[in-house]
């Protein structure tokens, strides 16, 4: 028709494009350069919402435009279909979570092919069929063999509602499960876990090769996550017990100032301590005990809080000066961080100091925060802040402000005079050669708890002996299949359901034929998406989980792209298992995702879109009102897609319009194709190729809303030419509008793939490659050249700064004013100054 319709023109290419099927990257023997790109994979929760939208059109334009530039674009999707959510759905309705997963993957399969995302779909996965997860377990069993998964009994993060653990990369900074809102609350459980922290120091040092390939944002993130720490442990002997107790400490340097010991209430070490000390201490232990054990660790780590304990009644030596150090327990320790104990430096550390002005205990000051620390070393005297009238300001006892600064040794023998950092490693030197200490570094990372007790993931491959040994399933008997829901009671109780499982918990002994029973426990949905992305390099293959050669092809991803939500749990875990991989011998490589995009979120009126708060956009509505095109276009133009789309300010109709602007500019052109572009009208030509020749650049930086713009410019460049300059049959025109279609197909593909067969073409304008840019044609300023002929000015003209002198003097040659005053006179000589002037001389 002669109207664009952007519902006619998807009804027509999608079938199109499902029969061409252009975005399959299967040919072996395709040797273009390769580029990996993947928007990370959706979790069918219901159809597709505006997130995705945004998303799968930031990831597409990349994946497109990589294709324009002559690379094979790997660009695959699938499922992330374990998870709770089905899970709760199916408890809810009655149903197996089977059903409702498939039945949503379907539905946004649908919407997935309608919105056109230029996916190879040959390569589509779900984690959730067996072909899988099959493969979880089997790098669960590798895992297992290293050393790198294992079972501990542990305080766990427990989510009530959803009745599970739940890894500390899922508790939200108020204490709250990621999932369901519930306030987590501790509970000790036998647990698998993955051995994450034996790859603290390599998950971060390695953050430096993601250095501007990643958002800064997202790097901080995980570095504080890992948390590494350096210092010393030291060992203090304790009075009565044959073992020393050994603490972690960042300020070594200051051991001198140590005037108690803390440790983590809830720690084994504090039952024991106070088992020998008066019934009274004992009492009073147990019952601070309980209240520990009912506040959160949010709570227990709130600096403004009211420092609370009690006395242990034991005492530790400091291995530096013989003093009796007090040991206490007080909730401000953590058990599972460092060893669970401390050695208090009141002066120095300011919770050590709110608990000692609590608990009135002696506070030294063992670094004079108000010394120079460059230049001489000052002549200190032993003890000359005591009681000191002078310095005020450095007696924490009496201001109640720790003083943690740089600064110089006092009070600490040999260590005296010297700088906080030339004392740390002086200490260091000092303890280690006592044997009493060494250096050491400690990380706020902790082992990533997999196992979960819920049905809807994949079993652990682990089988228990009667005598509790542990036999892992042989791995030609994987996968371990999840037992039918029929006859299971779903709902959350604490323990998995599949032990309700009789017939499938209940196995032989794979050693000895003995009663044994399978390990009940479902994993960790992020292990599943740990590693997706080696699947899509054969995501067919039963015989492995993925093929190291296709690896060395196509791996690490090029552009990952995908939401900020991720920074830390999803993102950590990966980089955690590609590193495993390395390891075990499977991959080149250590880094999964060598750049990554995070996208801003889709709001409407400044706020998040929620079910609760009634402001949700739908998906199917603004595909329905706007098409699809339109709907893309508006994500790419909203703005940096780092930044945060609102629905409200954002005009899809006026995406709409501009499409149907761009396809009127096909559809009026009247030249052939074979039509010479050259003699077309130039300024029209200068608008064009300046946009061939800034559109790369400004892809590959993510300006996409910039590209638009100047797209937007081209057209109504064009179209003015159309309508009140050279005409709809001006070689510029055409080649204007290819050059629309062919980037157009970026952000709108239907609307380009019709541009493109109103053009004279076959599809599929997205195998098109870009055109170059004419660099004569990419004059933006321009100045006035002069020709004279035997000294007289004859003609001026604009050329470009640039301009060489071959081409200045043709142009001249070719000046009808130099022409006619030539006559038929011959030229003996040529001066040329480019870009100004040219000069011909004539025989007299
Ligand atoms: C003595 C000291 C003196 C400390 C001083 C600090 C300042 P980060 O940086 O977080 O690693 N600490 C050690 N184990 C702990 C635990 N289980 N719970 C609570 N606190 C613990 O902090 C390390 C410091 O935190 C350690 O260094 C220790 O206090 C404390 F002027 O030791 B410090």
Redesign the pocket.
Known sequence: GDIYDFAAIQAKWQPIWDELKPFETSDPDDNRPRKYVLDMFPYPSGDLHMGHAEVYALGDIVARYWRHQGFNVLHPIGWDSFGLPAENAAIKRGIDPRGWTYDNIAQQKKSMKLYAASFDWSREIHTSDPEYYKWNQWLFLQMYKKGLAYRKDSWVNWDPVDQTVLANEQVLADGTSERSGAVVVKKKLTQWYFKITDYADRLLDDLNQLEGAWPSKVLQMQRNWI?R?I?ADVDFTIEGRAAPVT??????D?LF??TFMVV?PDADLASELVADAAPELQAAFKEYLVKVQNSTEIERQATDREKTGVFLGRYAINPVNGERLPIWAAD??????????????P???Q??LDFARAFDLPVRVV?DTLAPITGAIPVVTEGMLDGSEELPQLDPASTGI?L?GEGRLINSGALNGMSKNTAVAAMITTLTDAGTGRAAK?Y?LRDWLISRQRYWGTPIPIIHGEDGTEIPVPEDQLPVLLPPTEGLDLKPKGTSPLGGATDWVNVPNPIDGTPAKRDADTMDTFVDSSWYFLRFLNPNDDTKAFDPKEADKWAPVDQYVGGVEHAILHLLYARFITKVLHDLGYLNFTEPFSALLNQGMVILDGAKMSKSKGNLVYFTEEIDRHGVDAVRLTMAFAGPPEDDIDWADVSPVGSSKFLARAWRVAKDVTSAPEVDWSTGDVALRRVTHRFLADAPGLTESFKFNVVVARLMELVNATRKVIDTGAGPADAAVREAAEVTAMALNLFAPYTAEDMWERLGYEPCVALVQWRKADPTLLVTESLTAVVQVDGKVRDRFEVSPKIDADELEKLARESRAVIRSLGDREIVKVIVRAPRLVSFVTKP
């Open positions: 948390g720490s210092g603490v972690f400490t960042t300020r070594p200051t100032g140590a983590a401000y320790v953590l058990a599972d961080y460092g060893h669970g104990a401390v050695m208090a430096v002066a120095h550390d919770r050590d670094v720790a943690a400690n706020r």
